[in-house]
């Protein structure tokens, strides 16, 4: 019986300590990329850092946690990179992948860190996904926070835009 107790109080212990370590690990690595000139249109370059499991935004507010407008990520390679808009059914835009956030997840080993070292080094292909989070609003954007799960674990990133 001792073994036994032992046994589930072991499995507890590890089940927190892994929770935790998911809850402190933010994989969502974000980086202010571009604006307009009037600071109502931002563009965020994302990825993520983890190895396993994907990145599933679940919300974006900007400035003092209000939604945006209109907010799309754009999921692109390299080669073709991201445009910034402030309509994104335009004849430019039209030759670019904007999708509805919640309708793409940001897959595992995609820092764009990471992709932009595969560019210099010459290895980076059409396969080497990046994605973009492109924010229109109705006033300046001063800050970015996104919410998002990983590995069924929710976080809240936030990053200073200005």
């Known amino acids: 019986m001792r073994k036994v107790l032992i046994l589930i109080f072991s499995f507890f212990v590890i089940a927190a300590g892994a929770y935790t370590y998911l809850k ?20 965020v370059e994302a990825g993520n850092k983890s190895p396993i499991g994907a990145v599933k935004i679940e919300e974006v507010l900007v400035n003092n946690k209000v939604s945006p407008s209109e907010v799309k990520i754009q999921v692109s390679h390299h080669m073709q990179g991201f445009v910034i808009t402030d309509d994104f059914d335009g004849e430019v835009e039209s030759e670019y992948t904007f999708k509805e956030v919640n309708a793409v997840s940001i897959q595992p080993d995609t820092h764009p860190q990471k992709q932009l070292e595969k560019v210099n080094a010459g290895t980076a292909t059409e396969d080497d996904l990046i994605y973009g989070l492109s924010f229109i609003h109705h006033e300046p954007i001063n800050q970015v926070t996104i919410k998002y799960r990983h590995l069924g674990v929710s976080h809240k990133k936030s990053l200073s835009v200005n």
Not at 24 to 43: N, T
């Open 24 to 43: 402190w690990y933010s994989p969502l690595a974000v980086y202010s990329s571009g604006f307009g000139l009037d600071g109502e249109v931002q563009l």
